[in-house]
């Protein structure tokens, strides 16, 4: 048995919150979710998310610290590690490290778009230029296969720098600069954004909430972001979990990261759309609206090249720190499981998530077999993948952790995990009951109700 002191551990509880907040907050909440709630059509969505995020997401997340804190070992054993015996559930860990492949294999491309504009920012490639040629440049990029391909792989090799010398050393220390600093530009950027003549517009765009166009595809979309933005149905916040001590708060410390991650990604589309409807610009620009929306809005501001390099340069930031979480839950699987050294398991399976990232790459523009790659997939690639991975396996994923902790785990254990060092433990039945019912009851509603659509 590996013991926490080998494993390495957090040197503090808030280098478990930043840890883990750098795993929430990322590409999801300011890339993603902006971009969905444009092609979803604003107000019912955004109260959906909420919804999801109070009654499944978080209340999962919880679960996930607590299986990690109790197994003190990757998703693959933990299950099995909890129950003393070999189960299927380990089935639920082998999910886990194919959906962390499958994630990072498109998140690393988007990523590398973050680069290239930090990249562009330096250059000051947005001077003078109007809305229409800010829009031209996105839509040239993304047609450049071997650029995204460029950017895509450099992003790699920096993800996997860092997993392959273990998490608590560097993440800690990073993102105890790097986080706080993301919230203070948002902040900024945010009452900027509040003095737009876009801003309200915005607001009833983003808060009006019509039942009547609710559709369950709509939904499970919001569910699915649910997980995808808290990082939660795919062992990550797990992993970070078995690095936490026992006597600290698990279940504050995920309510915590929940609140910050959840405010993040709504200060980013009050700060998106106000730009977006002040240039007059569509709400549903797609992919490209924060590579748009942002150049747009700093290009004409006094300073606004510093501005854009910090902009971009919190942005890969925060994106590092999620493709690490999901780098090292595919690494920790080949680690502890099988004993392979960090070293080796963090380069190989690297190599094979950036493989897998290349049809992503390519899907913007380049052709195969003389077709575009959407017209053979239905959709691009990466918007593929990314429809896999969060609409239906972080979610199945979170389904099995919400059973597996609400049903089937010994109840003493589960107790005492959540009430040990946690000033919540009054919240005790509360949680329970929404793990038990809850959440699988709304999960298997979203999915029958998408499936029969
Ligand atoms: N939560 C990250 C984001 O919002 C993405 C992620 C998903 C990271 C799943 C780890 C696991 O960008």
């Known amino acids: ?67 990690g804190r109790i197994a003190r070992t990757s998703p693959m054993d933990a299950f099995d590690r909890i129950l003393g015996a070999r189960t299927a559930w380990r089935g639920v860990g082998v999910l886990s490290a194919f959906t962390g492949f499958a994630i990072l294999s498109y998140y690393s491309v988007v990523a590398g778009w973050s680069l290239h504009y930090l990249y562009l920012s330096l250059m000051n490639a947005f001077e003078g230029l109007s809305p229409d040629a800010i829009a031209g440049v996105f839509a040239k990029f993304y047609a450049n296969g071997g650029l995204n391909l460029f950017w895509h792989f450099i992003f790699m090799v ?25 919230l203070l530009m948002l902040l900024a950027l945010l009452i900027y954004a509040s003095t737009l003549p876009g801003f309200k517009p915005s607001l009833d765009f983003l808060f009006r909430f019509e039942l009547g166009r609710v559709t369950a595809a709509g939904a499970l979309e919001a569910v699915g972001h649910s997980f995808f933005t808290l990082s939660v149905g795919m062992g990550a916040i797990m992993t970070y979990g078995s690095y936490l001590r026992q006597k600290d708060d698990a279940v504050g410390s995920a309510l915590t990261i929940a609140g910050l991650d959840t405010m993040v990604g709504m200060a980013a589309t009050l700060i998106l759309f106000p730009i977006l409807l002040t240039a007059g610009l569509e709400t549903k620009s797609g992919p490209g609206l924060v590579f748009v929306s942002i150049p747009l809005a700093l290009s004409q501001f006094p300073g606004g090249q510093i ?130 019912f809850i959440a699988p009851i709304g999960l298997l509603t979203v999915f029958l109700a998408k499936l029969g659509s």
């Open 158 to 182: 920096l993800t996997l720098s860092v997993v392959q010398a273990g998490v608590s050393r560097g993440i800690e220390l990073a993102a105890k600069i790097i986080m706080p600093a993301l």
């Open 1 to 67: 048995m590996t013991d926490q002191h080998s494993r390495g551990a957090w040197a503090s509880r808030i280098g478990f919150i930043l840890a883990a907040s750098g795993s929430a907050i990322g590409l999801g909440n300011i890339w993603k979710f902006p971009y969905i709630v444009g092609e979803n059509g604003g107000g019912y969505f955004v109260i959906l998310y909420l919804v999801a995020i109070l009654l499944v997401g978080s209340p999962i997340m919880v679960a996930e610290v607590l299986v």
């Open 307 to 436: 501005w854009m390099i910090c902009f971009f340069f919190l942005l890969f930031f925060a994106a590092l720190s999620s493709a690490i979480s999901l780098m090292e839950v595919v690494a920790a699987s080949a680690i502890d499981s099988f004993h392979w050294p960090r070293k080796s398991a963090s380069w190989i399976l690297g190599i094979v998530v950036f493989l897998l990232g290349v049809p992503s790459a390519l899907s913007g523009g380049d052709t195969v077999f003389g077709k575009p790659w959407a017209s053979i997939f239905g959709r691009n690639f990466f918007d593929l993948f990314d429809h896999l991975a969060s609409n239906w396996m972080l979610p199945i994923g979170g389904l099995f952790i919400s059973l597996f902790v609400g049903w089937f785990m010994p109840a003493d254990l589960r107790e005492q995990g959540f009430k040990e060092g946690s000033r919540l433990a009054a919240l005790y039945p509360v949680w329970l009951f929404i793990l038990r």
